[in-house]
């Protein structure tokens, strides 16, 4: 089994910035793909990064490219965020996600998700 754990969301400004993180633990080692999702109120969860621990892959949502990253310590086994020129539209919960052996930015083929982590972006 992997647990999930996220952390650093919070209460942003527009135009500000978030580094979100996801520790991950457990059997890790059949670990393939790690993907961000998010999800408003009322709204359906939406795909907003991913990238194999190896680095060799990654994709970004086209509401976020050029404005978020997604990064990765292996040896700490983590997976980060960073969310720049954040604005009210990325208010949502943010998840983390774990895809065995697959890379997958559909959010059909995860494995192991996260809680979440809020985040909010005020005006």
């Known amino acids: 089994q992997v647990q999930l754990v996220e952390s650093g969301g919070g209460l942003v400004q527009a135009g500000g910035s978030l580094r979100l993180s996801c520790a991950a633990s457990?059997?890790?080692?059949?670990?393939?793909?790690m993907g961000w999702f998010r999800q408003a109120p009322g709204k359906e969860r939406e795909f907003v990064a991913a990238?194999?621990?190896?680095?060799?892959?990654?994709a970004y949502a086209d509401s976020v490219k050029g404005r978020f990253t997604i990064s990765r310590d292996n040896i700490k086994n983590t997976v980060y965020l960073q969310m720049n020129s954040l604005t009210p539209g990325g208010t949502a919960v943010y998840y983390c996600?774990?895809?065995?052996?697959?890379?997958?930015?559909?959010?059909?083929?995860?494995?192991?998700w996260g809680q979440g982590t809020q985040v909010t972006v005020s005006s």
């Open positions: 990238m194999t621990w190896s680095g060799v892959r990654t």
């Open positions: 996600a774990d895809s065995q052996n697959t890379w997958d930015v559909t959010g059909k083929a995860y494995d192991y």
């Open positions: 457990g059997r890790t080692f059949s670990s393939y793909t």
